[in-house]
């Protein structure tokens, strides 16, 4: 499952509202904010406005920090509300409410922003200048000056995000059954005839042509307001939020990304190997990219889908840990305290009483809600709950130790002002989430009674790793790429006539994925994924995928363990839970680095502990590699 990224609350403020300030979960779409009025809530800025920059003091940066954190806990905890709201009690009204805090919401931050500006240049204190450079960072999509503009921006970003909500497959001539992206998505994830997955993948594919000039729109407008804030495009704009200088963290990523190319390189081998038995040499050749609609994805960003046509040794035993749930007669709310006895084994606190009272564990049966799992904290003071529609099965009981890690960031950082109450960069939420996850080994399944025996051979370990891998490293270089397209478009390099060409040109490089059929620039298969027509940041999940291992090595060494990184667990230790809970605590109040140095030791984030968890894995591929055509 591709899980919702988490955004900074001032970033969920941005023209699409994307998700909600406090919460963290499964992708989903979501309805476009419109664009602000004068109306509600005025931010601070006004006395900048009419002052020039030698008059401003520290003092004043210091105090108006303060009126912005005082005023944007109020108006989140408004936002939230209404989001929760809107979640778990799907009607008219509850959208249209929250679209008009979101409006209040995104003026305010509009103006504070700008506000920001009066104090460039000052010797600030630590704190005020982080909450400050914070403050104008955490926009996705900020808005120009010019009144007409942004609401022509407010108005291309809404029918982008429309196009693909709306977005339908109708057969080749229209006239057929139509179906969504859900049920095309179930054609390539289940289908293995070559010629319903290429109806399925073109299918969806065509959705997205509407979009590109209103992209193209987009581009330029936001770049606008960019400028506005005193960056160049939005790409530096997205890349200044890392502590770092916006090209030394392209180099950044390009460096992580050559940490795992030589494991992903081994498994795209492999995979192709095993494809072409399935599907013939002719459409799946030996040395060339794999053909995009084959690899159970309808972006081919993660295969486990295909999991069976690969699978090294069938036959092996499984591990059905569902069919222990229900004999034993896990309920949602059992699920769910397992899953908290996990956090409080490594002597983290309880979950509050309110937890439990709030939270949606089950699928109401009066009425239409978002059952995508998500974490909250509604009023940022420590109002947790998850929203779900648990079912007794071994996924959801992984997604529930995974939104519960978002619940306990927030649990430790509330005390914080409010622009402190964040990850530490947008990759550190979903990487504790997805870390504590790693844990649940089978040897942990068998410690609270979920398996009765953990049969130990290489067969099922390499069937195990090979699962995984599927997933988390197969999506890296899509992570990757991602914004590299992005900010290319932004920044000019790559101009609009050749969207298209573009992107596939950066699929085939990092993915060695090419397009089923030919492409033309009356294409747009950017669009065809969420994150693009909707503006979301993507460079956080190849992050997060980085990131998750080595907090996981860090806390099994805090743990005391010395066996294989792939059988650590580190429920029940109290020293791995220290270890955790010191970078909890700090939330966004430091640079990254020194929170991964809290938790790790280390100041640079570092893939050597991905490669030693799937070491095992990478030998066996090496050895069925050998005599093949890699590459591509």
Same mark, same amino acid.
């Given at each position: ?16 509202? @994307? ?91 509009? #103006? ?74 179930? @054609? ?42 005193? @960056? ?6 997205? /890349? ?14 390009? /460096?992580?990304?050559?940490? @795992? ?63 222990? %749930? ?111 996850? %790693? ?46 397209? /992005? ?84 429920? #029940? ?60």
């Amino acid at each position: 499952m591709t899980r919702k990224p988490f955004l900074h609350p001032l970033l969920r403020t941005a023209l699409v509202a @994307v998700a909600l300030p406090a919460f963290l979960g499964c992708a989903q779409d979501s309805q476009a904010t419109r664009e602000t009025s004068a109306a509600g809530e005025s931010a601070p800025q006004a006395s900048a406005q009419a002052s020039t920059p030698a008059q401003a003091t520290p003092d004043e940066a210091k105090q108006f920090a303060e009126k912005v954190n005082a005023d944007l806990k109020r108006l989140w905890t408004k936002q939230a509300t209404a989001e929760w709201i809107k979640n778990t009690y799907i009607t008219d009204d509850t959208e249209r409410n929250a679209a008009y805090v979101n409006e209040e919401v995104l003026g305010y931050v509009n #103006g504070a922003i700008k506000g920001a500006r009066r104090f460039d240049g000052l010797q600030l204190d630590a704190d005020t200048a982080r909450m400050l450079h914070l403050l104008k960072v955490s926009q996705s999509l900020p808005a120009p000056s010019d009144a007409q503009k942004r609401a022509e921006l407010a108005a291309t970003a809404a029918k982008l995000e429309g196009l693909y909500g709306k977005g339908k497959y109708c057969g080749k001539d229209g006239k057929g059954k139509c179906r969504d992206l859900g049920e095309l998505s179930d @054609v390539i994830a289940d289908s293995r005839n070559y010629d319903e997955l290429l109806d399925a993948w073109q299918g969806w594919h065509q959705v997205s042509r509407p979009m590109r000039p209103l992209y193209q729109r987009l581009v330029s407008i936001s770049n606008e307001g960019a400028k506005d804030i005193g @960056v160049d495009d939005l790409g530096t704009l997205w /890349r200044s939020a890392y502590d770092m200088p916006p090209a030394e963290f392209e180099k950044e990523a390009q /460096r992580l990304w050559g940490q @795992v190319k030589p494991l992903y390189d081994e498994l795209h081998c492999y995979v192709r190997g095993r494809l072409a038995k399935q599907y013939g040499e002719a459409k799946v050749p030996a040395g060339k990219p794999i053909p995009a609609h084959l690899l159970g994805n309808m972006w081919a960003q993660e295969w486990n889908n295909i999991y069976p046509l690969v699978e090294p040794f069938p036959g092996q035993a499984s591990l059905d840990v569902n069919a222990e %749930l229900k004999k034993q007669g896990y309920d949602p709310m059992r699920m769910v305290k397992l899953g908290e006895k996990f956090f409080t084994s490594l002597g983290l606190k309880e979950l509050p009483q309110t937890f439990f009272e709030r939270s949606q564990f089950t699928k109401p049966k009066d009425r239409e809600v978002v059952c995508h799992a998500s974490a909250w904290d509604v009023t940022y003071e420590n109002d947790l709950r998850i929203k779900m529609c648990i079912k007794p099965t071994e996924e959801d009981l992984i997604t529930i130790h995974h939104e519960l890690g978002h619940n306990y960031y927030y649990t430790y950082y509330y005390n914080l002002p409010v622009l402190y109450q964040a990850g530490a960069n947008d990759g550190f939420h979903e990487a504790i989430g997805d870390a504590l996850t %790693l844990s649940i080994t089978p040897a942990y399944l068998q410690q609270v009674g979920l398996l009765k025996s953990v049969p130990k051979n290489d067969k099922n370990l390499i069937n195990l790793q090979l699962k995984d891998a599927l997933e988390k490293v197969a999506f890296l270089p899509f992570g990757l790429l991602v914004d590299q397209w /992005r900010w290319e478009v932004f920044s000019g390099r790559v101009q609009p006539a050749d969207y298209n060409k573009s992107w596939w040109t950066l699929r085939e490089k990092y993915q060695g994925v090419a397009a089923p059929v030919a492409r033309t620039e009356e294409d747009f298969d950017p669009g065809a994924k969420y994150h693009v027509p909707a503006n979301v940041p993507y460079t956080r999940y190849f992050l997060a995928r980085i990131l998750q291992f080595q907090f996981h090595k860090s806390m099994c060494e805090a743990a005391g363990y010395k066996g294989p990184l792939h059988e650590c667990s580190i429920y #029940g230790n109290k020293e791995a839970g220290k270890r955790l809970q010191a970078m909890l605590e700090m939330g966004a109040s430091k640079p990254w680095p020194d929170a991964l140095q809290a938790m790790t030791g280390t100041r640079q984030m570092d893939a050597t502990p991905l490669l030693d968890y799937f070491s095992p894995l990478r030998t066996w591929l090496q050895a069925q590699n050998k005599g093949q055509k890699c590459g591509w």
